[in-house]
């Protein structure tokens, strides 16, 4: 069997004339694996938005400072809903430096992002790459990978980055996390990060407008609509925050003051 398994065989055709949300952050971040429909639309954002970059990047701080709480907590199990194309500071190279052996499983619907996690991941036993949708959580927590490589019997942590405001369908999305909140375990934690939809500008609204012409259009949330998402377990504090807020805490060194109120993060554990 080849490196990409079994799964290759139902990827479905990438069209490179149609922007993919995975391709266009790929491209932002310095990435190599997109095309050039995605290097537009990205430009086309950034000159709306010039501090675009800026964000993504206080979005992999967030990340790193997220996955190495879930470390010093213990975990060594990561469930990555929307790993995206894999790229330098994503969970998996944050959690292999800090835990060599931690398991690592990730899940996107994007081929590009299937192929090369694949690809990156064929010689390490403690990882993989799911080619699936979040929203079919079942098939998810009961996929080959899954049920053999992560133990729900132990604390997993659950990262959602910069993906769920790419689910226009709040009400499926509420199911899909609610199933995946069941299955895990006592002291599991929820990294979720999630654009902000309070005092968008009409920058906002035109950056919203570009990527509704890509695979996944935007749907902002507001503070109370991305609270829900963590369902009934409690925040870590500061709980939910601004990245602005984020960033005053001593140490914290941010880059874009103009970023600052663009997305919303937070750490939930189960009780």
Known sequence: M?????????????DPQRPSVARIYNFLLGGRHNFAADRQAAAAAQAVMPELPAILRLNRQFLREAVRLADAAGIDQYLDLGCGIPSAGNTYDVVRRLRPAARVIGVD??????????????????????????????????SPPVREMIDLGRPVCLMLVAVAHF???????????????????????????HACRKGASPRVEQVRRIYNNTTAPMAARDAAETLELFGDWPLLEPGLMTFGEWCSAPGRQCESDIAEAAFLVGVARKP
């Open 109 to 142: 619907i994007e081929p590009v992002a299937f192929v090369h996690g694949r690809l990156q991941l064929a010689h390490d036993p403690a990882a993989d790459v799911l080619y699936g949708d979040l929203l079919d959580a079942y098939e998810v927590l009961g």
């Open 167 to 193: 689910i226009p369908d709040t009400g499926r999305l509420h199911e899909a996390l609610a199933v995946y909140r069941d299955a895990l375990p006592r002291g599991s934690l929820l990294v979720l990060t």
């Open 2 to 14: 080849s490196v990409l398994g079994e799964q290759a065989a139902v990827l479905p055709e990438v």
